[in-house]
């Protein structure tokens, strides 16, 4: 019987107090690590592998958690390899509201971040704006 291994939902809260806990910025390795010891994770469950390899189940969950938690603001990637407690992570109570699926969760923490940095007049420019499409003939468009 293959160990069974929680899904990337059920590492969110923990992979975000990991980071609280390890000073609000912390290396994979040892985010990993964190979580791995916080969950209790048996050593049957950290041998799963996913797939054919080389990541293990757990670390390639751990990996979408902290996808999820940098969609949702809650974390950030500052640089390569290192990821940092935003204000909104330092804040957030373990009631956070999980993501239904990755694709709308990833969009809508990008469209938001978006929205926020782009002056108003422009939102509505964005909405009205006419879209165009080629007619076949080189270099000449049409209102659609």
């Known amino acids: 019987m293959t160990a069974t291994v929680p899904p990337y939902t059920d590492m969110l809260w923990p992979t975000l107090k990991a980071a609280r806990a390890l000073g609000g910025s912390a290396s994979i390795a040892e985010l990993d690590a964190a979580v791995i010891q916080a969950l209790q994770f048996t050593s049957e469950q950290q041998a799963v592998l996913h797939g054919d390899g080389p990541r293990t189940k757990i670390q390639y ?22 990821w940092s407690v935003t204000e909104t992570g330092q804040t957030v109570t373990e009631d956070i509201s ?46 659609c």
């Open 61 to 82: 969950r751990l990996a979408w958690a902290r996808t999820y938690l940098k969609g949702m603001g809650l974390l950030t990637n500052s640089k390569r390899g290192v």
């Open 98 to 143: 999980v993501p239904c699926t990755r694709s709308s969760s990833l969009r809508c923490g990008r469209s938001a971040r978006r929205r926020a940095r782009e002056p108003t007049s422009l939102r509505t420019l964005n909405r009205s704006k006419p879209r165009l499409r080629p007619t076949g003939k080189t270099n000449s468009w049409r209102r």
